[in-house]
């Protein structure tokens, strides 16, 4: 009677269910500690840590100070410490070591070491530690002795600190300044000029030697370059005064270097901020990482230039995408014939959604790229060859060749919903009069389009964590301007891009500086996924309304 139980039991299909649950919830699980890890890992790193300074003994029993964060602790067999040439007693198994972050890379070479916990003598974090986030060679651990104004010292101590802030304030206004008139006053001039050099060469090509049209170019190209030289000359005028302040420190050794304030990003005193001080940090930190932009080889300063192309990469991609697949899906479902081709079609469709990623960044660099651009090039922009203008790699292509690895996804998603309309409402559209055209624009694709969105949806997730095809048609390491500026024409489609999926391969894999490095991959991993689940929920709330919309039709 027991067997008949089970038996029972396994044909009522219960334990395939209860199988099924077990698998989505280990799934969700290991989702969750997944993004756990990365959020852990990730956002600790905008918290201002604890600046120690330790006594070290030295080899020769000497102690030497060392200034330093703990970035992690390990135990360390003895074995492989002998291996290294370290001296341990034979009765230890194992040791504790402290990774600790030393900065101040231009003079000691590396910002990281490792110190056994045993070679600690002393541990103190004195509240005068200063530490500063410079534009290059990275952070910078020391005492602050005095600032300089013009080569001489105007205040020492703890008036230099006090008087520390306002000239950081005033020295970031002239390099905010500076950052302007060069990214957007001169690199407009000079968008202009080359403008204006096409126009006349464009003019050489066609055979049109008119005089006056050369003389209003010559006349555009003087105004242009008089800007310019007013420019240069405000631009020198703002770096004589952005070096005029400097700050003399002496670091653990004793050494005293003396660090111009153009050079310092940010000034702070870990070891002196309280609960809400390294509060307000926190959020300064995180916000400058989202909207700033990457310096150091991409390990230090902001990402707001990968997240602005992934996500115009994603919305050129869905724009790019939603079309074509919709059109392939109504005529293999509305127009086709049923038969063997059709059959063939959906075959290939869905095959084609599990050829691999990099084999689409070929196609698009072959044909994308070296075809269609190369065409539009000696079609459209003769007068710029042999420098590409869409010949070579850029948004545009990125996106097309993300839109043709997606379009499978749109193409059975919106079959499927094509699917469940029932015939009889085509059947009563088309009794009422209206055309087969008429049906399919104002009362079938309207009710199919909660599916549609759904395969957008899965698309957008799909492009936007994707990698390899982007190294071959458009991403770069550092984009030196954005897709989108004030220039006409505004949006420029042929040009490089940022993605936060490239800078996490770029700076986990490639940074020169790993251990530096580590923390700003998990944070960078960390904003991809969120930004992703943003795109997916903009997409997914459109398609509840429509699905509210056209609820009453499906009842």
Known sequence: MKDIGIQAWFKSGAPWVWMTALAVSLSVIAVLGLLLLIASRGMVYFWPHTVYEFQ??????????????????????????????????????????????????????????????????AQSSPTELMVLERREWGNFFGFIDALKENGVVVSTGAAAWNDLPARLERTQAISDELNRLEKKEIGGINYELERLRLSERKAELNGQNDEVFKAEIAQEQAALRAQFAGLQSQIAELNRQISRDALVAHVADGRVVEIPLGKVVRAYRPNDLSILGKTQF?????????????REANTEGGIFPAIFGTVMLVLIMSVLVTPFGVIAAVYLREYASQGFITRTVRIAVNNLAGVPSIVYGVFGLGFFVYFLGGNIDRMFFPEVLPAPTFGTSGILWASLTLAILTVPVVIVATEEGLSRIPRNIREGSMALGATKWETLWRTVLPMASPAIMTGVILAIARAAGEVAPLMLVGVVKLAPSLPLDGNFPFLHLDRKFMHLGFHIQDVGFQSPNVEAARPLVYATALLLVLVIVLLNLAAITIRNRLREKYKAFDQ
């Open 56 to 121: 070290v003994k030295g080899a020769d029993g000497v102690p030497t100070v060392v200034i330093g964060e703990i970035q992690e602790s390990e135990k360390v067999l003895a074995s492989r410490l002998r291996e290294a040439g370290v001296e341990v007693p034979a009765g230890e198994v194992s040791l504790t070591r402290h990774l600790v972050k030393t900065a101040n890379r231009d003079l000691l070479g590396l910002d990281f070491r490792w110190i056994l916990a045993r070679d600690i003598t």
């Open 282 to 294: 926190y959020g300064q930190s995180l916000w400058a990482f989202v909207s700033g932009e990457p």
